[in-house]
């Protein structure tokens, strides 16, 4: 057996998308309707979600992901409130029609934290640069900007913004676009087997990939691959490693080019205040504590050589220790109108004053090997070439002959 299936392609801030939805289900009566949402996000949706700990947030310590949701959230909701309707209004719609005429609701989406964490952790480094920057440049113009999110459902500007977002980030749009297509049209073919009529209501942009592969079934990815968790790219591992080698190397060729010491301990009192300084000055942007930032500034020196921890941590757990997050502060985030709204909440300004924390600490070791040398007033070049020759000369000559 194999059942209708009819589609309806929604915006999730169109008030005109909601109707379509409550007209669909009348007109077609669905045996059953499926709806482009996990049970995390039903659970969100029907106010029957608990919260996490913020314990459990701490330890995790994935606070620049966690940050991107939310403003992701912020952004959507922000421009649902524009058009006068909740984000997910068309979803909610379908279920209350659904429940009304007594008709299951299948959820066919895959779990939102293994798409969130499949997306973050399968993104370059330069691809999460251009994400926060295109993140910070959205909440600086979404109340400046007109948006017709009708026009945005026409499948010409569907198909055009998803080519866009391919160039802007092909990883990214590979785990939230390509996978959840292969992940819905799997759910929707095993449906079809099942039931003769299915009404899905799904997101415009999934449309035209759903039904590309529900016609070449073979194409269609596993769940158990779709599934799996990505493991992150150890570049973060790698360039710590990197930056450690590099100062040590420098502070040996320092050391043994005869230049003094004085210029050694220059160098070790830049390294200590760059990133000390950066990384309290991001903290107090963020609205940190000045315990926070003092905390920041103390152990930011340190943590730059050391790939496994962070500063932001630290000034993370003196941030909660202060401002004092409870789990109600999850609601409070996804519940604010406004980004001011936002800053108010202990939570939220925890987990930014942790990512802001460790972007100046990363800035500090990036402008500490650009301007060391001027700094100091030394060539690199006669320094190197003299520390490494006087110390392979130091080394030769405890060799015996």
Do not use: C
Not at 104 to 123: E, K, M
Not at 153 to 170: G, H, I, L, T, Y
Not at 178 to 201: F, G, M, P, Q, W
């Amino acid at each position: 057996m194999t059942g209708t299936l009819r589609i309806v392609g929604t915006a999730h801030v169109s008030a005109k998308s909601v109707e379509e939805v409550r007209s669909a289900i009348e007109e077609f009566s669905p045996e059953i309707v499926a709806i482009e949402l996990d049970p995390a996000r039903y659970a969100a949706l029907k106010k029957q979600a608990r919260d996490p700990s913020v314990k459990d947030v701490l330890e995790a310590k994935n606070f620049t992901q966690l940050l991107v949701q939310w403003i992701l959230a912020y952004l959507q909701r922000r421009i649902g409130l524009d058009m006068g309707v909740e984000p997910g209004a068309e979803m909610k719609a379908a279920i209350e029609e659904a429940e009304k005429r007594n008709i299951p609701v299948a959820l066919i989406d895959r779990d939102i934290g293994i798409t969130l964490r499949r997306f973050w952790n399968s993104l370059s480094f330069f691809e999460k640069l251009k994400l926060l920057y295109a993140l910070v440049l959205s909440l600086a113009t979404v109340d400046s900007e007109e948006i017709d999110v009708e026009e945005l459902k026409k499948e010409d500007v569907v198909s055009m913004a998803m080519k866009e977002f391919r160039k802007f980030s092909p990883n990214g749009a590979r785990a939230l676009i390509d996978e959840r297509d292969s992940y819905l049209a799997h759910n929707l073919a095993i449906l079809k087997e099942r039931h003769t009529r299915i009404l899905a209501v799904l997101g415009a942009g999934h449309v035209a990939g759903v039904e590309k592969l529900l016609a070449s079934p073979g194409e269609i990815l596993s769940k158990q691959e779709l599934d799996a968790d990505i493991r992150s790219r150890p570049w973060g591992k790698i360039f710590g490693a990197g930056v450690t080698a590099l100062f040590v190397l420098l502070l040996l060729a320092i050391a043994f080019s005869g230049v003094g010491m004085e210029v050694l301990f220059s160098a070790l009192v830049y390294w200590v205040l760059l990133h000390g300084i950066l990384t309290a000055a991001f903290t107090l942007a963020a609205r940190g504590h000045p315990l926070s930032a003092l905390t920041g500034f103390g152990v930011s020196w340190f943590t730059a050589l050391n790939p496994l921890i962070a500063a932001g941590w630290f000034a993370a757990i003196v941030e909660a220790k202060i401002r004092k997050p409870t789990p109600a502060d999850f609601r409070r985030v996804f519940e604010a109108e406004s980004f001011s709204a936002m800053m108010k909440v202990p939570l939220f300004r925890v987990v930014l004053v942790a990512a802001l924390a460790n972007l100046g600490s990363t800035l500090g070791t990036i402008l500490y090997f650009i301007f060391i040398f001027p700094i100091l007033g030394i060539d690199p070049t006669v320094l190197i070439s003299q520390g490494f020759s006087n110390m392979w000369n130091g080394i030769t000559g405890l060799i015996p002959g």
